[in-house]
């Protein structure tokens, strides 16, 4: 069992940044590969960014390359997104996820564990 906490979230202006962070405990965290997603009101629960046990690899939805920045410290059992230049297209609930191999952190239906999400609000 993995249990993750997201925070970070809150109200934000266009153009501003935020960053989240997950905290994992439970089972060692390393071996996990972690993805960050979103559910917008009324929408599906969708993809943000993905990062491999190592931090050697990472993936990006089209949306949000070359704005938001996923990255992890193991010594911490923490993964973070930092994401710059938001929009508000990108309010949302943001979960963080985990599952044990990494391709299942790139879909909604991989994740094997969920954090409760963090709600982030982006004013235009």
């Known amino acids: 069992q993995v249990e993750l906490v997201e925070s970070g979230g809150g109200l934000v202006q266009a153009g501003g940044s935020l960053r989240l962070s997950c905290a994992a405990s439970g089972r060692t965290f390393s071996n996990y590969p972690m993805g960050w997603f979103r559910q917008a009101p009324g929408k599906d629960r969708e993809f943000v960014a993905a990062?491999?046990?190592?931090?050697?690899?990472?993936d990006y939805a089209d949306s949000v390359k070359g704005r938001f920045t996923i990255s992890r410290e193991n010594a911490k059992n923490t993964v973070v997104l930092q994401m710059n230049s938001l929009k508000p297209e990108d309010t949302a609930v943001y979960y963080c996820?985990?599952?044990?191999?990494?391709?299942?952190?790139?879909?909604?239906?991989?994740?094997?564990?969920w954090g409760k999400g963090t709600l982030v609000t982006v004013s235009s």
């Open positions: 990062i491999n046990w190592s931090g050697g690899r990472t």
């Open positions: 996820g985990a599952s044990m191999i990494y391709e299942r952190v790139t879909y909604p239906k991989g994740v094997a564990y």
